[in-house]
C-alpha cells in the first residue's frame, strides 16, 4: 500500500491550493481517504474525508465551505483544495487510510503561505 503526495506548495494569501494523492496496492474505492494537517508546533487536524465508491463527503464544521476534497477512482487519486489561504493554514498536509485492514499514510506536503 502506498500514498504518493504531490510536492510542496507557496501560496499568497488569499489565494487556494490543491493537492493530490495517489494511492496504490489496495482497491481504491473501498477504502476512505482521510486529509489532516499539522502546523508549526501544532498537533494534527482532520480536514475531513472522502469514501471513493460514492464520492460522498464529511468535513468538519469549522473547514466548511473552505476546504473541499475530491476523488477520481479512474486514477486512484484523491485531492484536498483549501481556499481562501491565510497564514494559518501554512502546514503539512498528510492523505491517509485508515480502517480494520489498512493503515497507510503519505509522505506529506508541506503548504507555505506567505505574502
Known amino acids: 500500500v502506498q500514498l504518493v503526495q504531490s510536492g510542496a506548495e507557496v501560496r499568497k494569501p488569499g489565494t487556494s491550493v490543491k493537492l493530490s494523492c495517489k494511492a496504490s496496492?489496495?482497491?481504491?474505492?473501498?477504502?476512505?481517504v482521510h486529509w489532516a494537517r499539522q502546523g508549526p508546533g501544532q498537533g494534527l487536524k482532520w480536514l475531513g474525508r472522502?469514501?471513493?465508491?460514492?464520492?460522498?463527503?464529511q468535513i468538519p464544521q469549522q473547514f466548511q465551505g473552505r476546504v473541499e476534497i475530491s476523488a477520481d477512482a479512474s486514477t486512484a487519486t484523491a485531492y484536498v483544495e483549501v481556499r481562501s489561504l491565510s497564514s494559518e493554514d501554512t502546514a503539512v498536509y498528510y492523505c491517509?487510510?485508515?480502517?480494520?485492514?489498512?493503515?497507510?499514510w503519505g509522505q506529506g506536503t508541506q503548504v507555505t503561505v506567505s505574502s
Open positions: 496496492g489496495y482497491p481504491f474505492p473501498r477504502h476512505y
Open positions: 491517509f487510510v485508515r480502517s480494520r485492514t489498512l493503515d497507510s
Open positions: 472522502i469514501d471513493p465508491e460514492d464520492g460522498g463527503t
